[in-house]
């Protein structure tokens, strides 16, 4: 009896060790992980991969593992690790509306552009996601590349009504706008994007030129001014001082 306690004792000891092993390996695991997406963020996928190769080790059904994996792979267009990556984050988490998003970015690298625009969708179908502004976007981007320039513009309006601050939005926008010759609604966006994003030079300066344009030259020579008053040494500053030396 005292020999099957001592066994017994022995076993629950080390059940015991490999569970604090286990739980600080996943502490572990999710320091990799922000480590990870600090590499992704400067821009050095290889040394992510490398975080992120040792978190599979430990957390191989982890879709956050999964996505960043997609975006390293994106990093350096590997588009077919990319598009592995991130499916594979979505069969483990098919709500992943981001995963959606990047996929579809992979799969217009990759030229299908038909699956890039359902998984854009699809990530817009997904309650909760956070970022709908990139989706809108992309498909904004898509539609301009294949010339429906409409359908094109209805995306990219969406883009900042989802979020007012959205500067490539705005930008995309009163660009399609130009090319289909509806210059009040240009003015209009563009208003809406300087007055939200009035630390924006590039924003600011597009709107004092559609303000030209409308003939209200003395509020562009307003938003000319507040362009230089940002930051004098900018290129968007120089722009501006040539315009005012034009306008007087």
Known sequence: MHRLLSLMLL????????TGADRMSLQQADIRLDLA?????????RPALEQLQQVKEVSPDNPRLYFNMGLAHTSMEDWDRAARDFEKALELNPGYAEAWNNLGQVRKAQGSMQEA???YEQALEIEGYLTPEF?????ASLFQE???LERALEYAVKSVEKNRRFVPGYQVAGSLCHELGLYDQALR??????QSRAEHAGLSLAYAKELVRAGRVSDAKTWFEHVIEQNDDSHEARTARDYLEALR
Do not use: S, V
């Open 11 to 18: 076993f629950f000891l080390a059940g015991c060790a490999h």
């Open 37 to 45: 997406e600090r590499y992704l963020i400067e821009n050095e996928p």
């Open 117 to 119: 625009r359902k998984a």
């Open 135 to 139: 989706a809108y976007y992309n498909l």
């Open 146 to 148: 294949k010339g429906d």
């Open 189 to 194: 966006l563009y208003e809406r994007g300087a």
